[in-house]
């Protein structure tokens, strides 16, 4: 049973910063050429394009947009032309908004649904005829989906929607060799967070102290860890499952 990564082809979507980022990373450390996507050009972008070039594989960062099929068959077709196959696909890309339901418009259910939820069928359904013999797809859920998060209705709804959907995918696709599971993060430290008012991130790092038994926010690297292994045949009889990452909330 092989432990690392080598030689395998990954694609990872949302990776120019936080949770996906560490993912991007992790996996060619781990010693896969990791083709990511972004949305949005930023420094963030940059800084990871120059890190990949610093880093052992045939990596590539991208812009596309994982709401439009369009940009969805461009990232496809770039995976087909410098890797020829995937063995690999993470789905991260997603946005987290807040808003209560009486505010909640028809236009951000749909931006909330369309990143995380419509865009994971998308990408399955487009990459999968690069799969090998053997695949895995890791999608980004949440602990959200399980606990339910005043004002995330439609976040809730959609990181739902990921670990039924891949629930039936594994089953229709496991005899294809390709798994497929969720990965669902309790609160992690990423740049969203980083980036609250002091006085609103002391509040959340205490009660989640509390909330969790390890006793602290969870590191994106430590979501990454998890992503690794589930790209690895280390995980190799798991499929359809939903591994949280949480700190045991
Ligand atoms: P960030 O907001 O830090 O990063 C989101 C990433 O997704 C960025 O790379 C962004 O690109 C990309 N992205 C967003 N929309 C699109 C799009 N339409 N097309 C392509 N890329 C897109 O998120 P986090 O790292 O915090 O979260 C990553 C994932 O983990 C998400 O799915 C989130 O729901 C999930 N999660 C996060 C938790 C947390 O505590 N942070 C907890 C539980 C789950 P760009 O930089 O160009 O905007």
């Known amino acids: 049973?092989?432990?690392?990564?080598?030689?395998?082809?990954?694609?990872?979507?949302?990776?120019?910063?936080?949770?996906?980022?560490?993912?991007?990373?992790?996996?060619?450390?781990?010693?896969?050429?990791?083709?990511?996507?972004?949305?949005?050009?930023?420094?963030?972008a940059d800084q990871l394009a120059a890190e990949l070039k610093r880093t052992d594989g045939d990596h590539h960062l991208l812009q596309a947009d994982v709401t439009d099929p369009v940009d969805v068959d461009r990232l496809v077709e770039e995976a087909r032309t410098r890797y020829g196959s995937l063995d690999v696909v993470v789905h991260n890309a997603g946005v987290i908004s807040h808003v209560p339901l009486p505010e909640l418009t028809a236009a951000e259910w749909h931006r909330v649904l369309d990143t995380s939820l419509?865009?994971?069928?998308?990408?399955?359904?487009?990459?999968?005829?690069?799969?090998?013999?053997?695949?895995?797809?890791?999608?980004?859920?949440s602990r959200a989906a399980a606990r339910g998060i005043?004002?995330?209705?439609?976040?809730?709804?959609?990181?739902?929607?990921?670990?039924?959907?891949?629930?039936?995918?594994?089953?229709?696709?496991?005899?294809?060799?390709?798994?497929?599971?969720?990965?669902?993060?309790?609160?992690?430290?990423?740049?969203?967070?980083?980036?609250?008012?002091a006085d609103r991130r002391a509040e959340l790092v205490a009660r989640y102290s509390e909330k969790t038994a390890i006793g602290r926010l969870g590191e994106t690297e430590e979501v990454a860890g998890a992503a690794v292994f589930l790209a690895s045949d280390l995980s190799s009889y798991m499929t359809g499952q939903t591994l949280n990452v949480d700190g045991g909330i």
């Open 1 to 44: 049973m092989n432990p690392t990564l080598t030689g395998k082809h990954a694609l990872v979507t949302g990776g120019s910063r936080g949770i996906g980022r560490a993912i991007v990373l992790a996996l060619a450390r781990a010693g896969a050429d990791v083709l990511a996507c972004h949305q949005n050009p930023s420094a963030q």
């Open 118 to 141: 419509t865009a994971a069928f998308t990408v399955l359904q487009k990459t999968l005829p690069l799969y090998g013999q053997r695949a895995s797809v890791v999608l980004i859920g």
């Open 150 to 197: 005043p004002l995330r209705a439609h976040y809730t709804a959609a990181k739902a929607g990921l670990e039924g959907f891949a629930r039936s995918a594994a089953k229709e696709l496991g005899g294809r060799g390709v798994r497929v599971n969720v990965i669902a993060p309790g609160v992690i430290d990423s740049d969203d967070i980083k980036a609250i008012p």
